[in-house]
Structures are given as C-alpha cells and as structure tokens.
C-alpha cells in the first residue's frame, strides 16, 4: 500500500491529505443534502440487481478515497507533465458532478434527469481516467473501481428511472 502512495520516490503527505479530505468531502457534503436517501432508496420500485442500501457507504467511502488518491498521484506530477492542468480539470468537473447527482436523484427526485446527468458524468470519468493514465498508470488504474461503479450506477439510475415512472 505505501508503494501507492509514493510519487517519485516520496509521498508528501499534506498533498495526500488535502487530496484525500477534497474527495472525502464530495461525498461528506452530498450527503448532508440527502439525509433521507435511504428511506427514498428503500420506498422505489428496484431492478433485482439492486443492491442493499448498506452497501453505498462502505462502497462510496472506499471509493472517494481511491479518487483522492488517484488525483494526489497526479497533482504530483504538476510541473513535470503538461497533461496535468487538464487532467485535474476533468477530475474536477466530474467531482462535482458526482455530488450534483445526489442531490438530483434523491433530494429533487428527478430520476430521468439524474439519468441523464449520470451519464454525462461517466463519460467525464472515462474522460478522466484516460487522463490519469497518460500521466501515471497507477493513478489510471485507481479510477477504474470508480468508472465501474459509476458504469453499474448509471444501469441502476436507468432501470429505477423506468420502474418508477
């Protein structure tokens, strides 16, 4: 694990921090506008692969922190790769997206938009993690549990979109 974390033969742990706590409080924030998920998830109509509510923070959690790491291993790289700037942006773009989607889907309960929304963000994080991957592999392929998730999500928002019409 701590191979992971170096970058060129150091880890700088305020970069790593700042990174990890950024990707943290997506989801942190998202979810102070959406303290009643649960309840909402539990009250629609789901495809059988649905899986059970317990299973999103664990997952969300594990996840942030991939990304955070993803994009520690990245900024790193500022100053010695020109991709950088670009790569973050996108990164960026797809965090707040990420936290947009929450909110879409459960607080405002516009399923068909969230869909919509979802899928922008997918293409964001392809987008991103080949991004990454010129940079650094490693980081490439810490996003990829993520671009996984989001891919399998995105089935979920589609199918719970159509079941609840």
Do not use: C
Not at 5 to 10: A, D, E, S
């Amino acid at each position: 694990m701590i191979n992971i974390l170096k970058v060129k033969g150091r880890i700088d742990l305020w970069s790593l921090a700042a990174a990890v706590l950024i990707s943290l409080s997506v989801g942190i924030l998202s979810s102070f506008f959406t303290m009643d998920a649960e309840s909402i998830y539990k009250s629609l109509t789901l495809p059988s692969f649905a899986p059970p509510p317990w299973i999103f923070g664990p997952v969300w959690t594990i996840l942030y922190i991939t990304m955070g790491i993803a994009s520690y291993r990245i900024w790193m790289y500022a100053g010695h790769n020109k991709g950088v700037g670009t790569a973050l942006f996108y990164y960026t773009m797809q965090l707040i997206l990420n936290f947009l989607w929450s909110v879409i889907f459960f607080s405002l309960q516009f399923r068909g938009f969230a869909f919509l929304e979802i899928i922008l963000l997918l293409v964001l994080i392809i987008v991103t993690t080949f991004r990454f991957f010129d940079i650094d592999k490693p980081a490439g392929l810490l996003m990829v549990p993520y671009l996984l998730w989001v891919s399998y999500a995105s089935l979920l928002n589609g199918s719970i979109w159509i079941f609840n019409r």
